[in-house]
């Protein structure tokens, strides 16, 4: 079980995890963890992680990953909703810099591109009935 705060420290969320530690069948030196992890909704998912760390207990590789996973959707939802994906650099140019040269254009987040697509497959459906 592992348990992770969400904005106040008090409020935490129950993982339920269970795995199966073996070598992985494909290379005896990696290890292979089979994950069947549960959130607090109940949903769950299967995953497995393959680790060259042999000398890791483990749990220590799978509360790892899990967080990396944790981190993994927060990018997922910052490119959904905020299209960031197209980063080309790190290099950073302060803003005041920029301001003369940038314009501000919109951006379609992720629910609208899904919307947009349910209602053109509406319309085609009601174009065959029609």
């Known amino acids: ?13 129950s993982y339920h995890l269970e795995y199966v530690d073996r070598p992985w069948p494909h290379d005896p030196r990696m290890g292979q963890i089979v994950v069947r992890a549960t959130n607090p909704k109940g949903q769950t998912i299967q995953v497995a992680i393959l680790s060259d760390d042999l000398s890791r207990p483990a749990m220590e590789i799978v509360g790892l990953m899990f967080n ?5 959707n ?4 910052l490119d959904q909703h905020f299209g960031i994906n197209p980063i080309t650099s790190y290099r950073a140019i302060p803003y005041e810099q920029l301001r003369q040269a940038v314009q501000d254009r919109p951006v379609r987040s992720g629910e609208h591109q899904a919307l ?3 209602r ?5 459906r009601q174009a065959r009935l029609l």
């Not at 927060?74 to 939802?77: E, S």
Request: no cysteine.
């Open 1 to 13: 079980m592992i348990q992770r705060a969400r904005n106040r420290a008090e409020d935490l969320r």
């Open 68 to 72: 990396r996973w944790i981190q993994e």
């Open 74 to 77: 927060d990018f997922k939802y």
């Open 116 to 118: 947009s697509e349910q």
């Open 120 to 124: 053109r497959q509406l319309r085609a």
